[in-house]
C-alpha cells in the first residue's frame, strides 16, 4: 500500500519506519511543506517515502495514518469518500486547548476526527503507546508476551484492515468495536502506555470506568 502520514514528529516517523520495514511506501507530511520535513527520516527511508504535503498525501494514499497533534485536526484536508483515515492522537489540554466535549466527556477524539471528516472510514489505533516502543515493542506473530494495541472503528472492514496492519507492525490488534469505544484507551486510563498483552489488554479495558475527558 500507499501509506499517507500526516505529522513527521515522534509518532509519524516511527509509523514511516513500520510501514517501510513491512513493505509499503509512504507519503509524509508535516504542517510546512516538503521541503521542511526531518532530513533524519527523509535519508532513513529513502526511495520507499515520498516527502509530500497534507494535501497529496490525503488524496494519493491508500491509507492515510494523522499523527498531528489535535488542535490542528481542522486543517486536515478532506480525503476521498471511504478512505481509511487512522486516528493516532490523543487529547492533552496543555498542548490542545480546552476542547469542551472532551472535558464533558460527550465525545471522543476520534469522534471528532470522524465529523471533521465525514466520509472518511475513521479508525482509532496506535495512541496508547509511547512512540519509541512502536519499535522497541515490536515482535513477531506468536512470540511469548507480544504486545498488543487496539483498533476501533464504526466499519468493520476498515478495522480489519488496520488490524492487519497493527499485526504487521509487530503486535497483536485487539478490535474493540464502533470508534465511540475509543475513550477506553485515551490518555489517563489503566491501559494508556502500558505494554499488555492481548488477554492482559481486553481484561483492563474491560474493568475501565469512563473519566469526564474523552479518548
Ligand atoms: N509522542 C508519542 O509517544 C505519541 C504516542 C501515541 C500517540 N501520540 C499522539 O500523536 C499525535 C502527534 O504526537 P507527536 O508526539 O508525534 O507530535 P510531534 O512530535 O510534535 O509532531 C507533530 C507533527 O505534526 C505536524 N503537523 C502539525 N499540524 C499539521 C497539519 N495540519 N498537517 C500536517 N502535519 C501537521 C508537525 O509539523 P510541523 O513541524 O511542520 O508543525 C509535526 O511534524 C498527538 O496527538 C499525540 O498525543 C503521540
Redesign the pocket.
Known sequence: MKIGI???????KQIGRLAVSSGHHVLL????GPE?LPFDIVAELGDSLTPST?REVVTESDLVVV????G?YS??PEPPAGKIVID???Y?QARDGVIAELESGSATTSGLLQAHLPTARVVKA???????ELTTDSRKPGSPGRRALIVAGDDPTARATVAGLVDAFGFDPLDIGELSEGWRVQAGTPAYCVPLTKEELSESLSRTERPSASA
Open positions: 500526516l505529522g513527521a514528529g515522534n509518532i509519524g507530511s508535516n504542517s510546512r521542511t497534507a499523527a498531528i497533534p489535535l490542528n486543517r486536515i493516532a492522537g490523543n492533552y496506535f495512541n496508547h503507546i509511547a512512540s519509541a
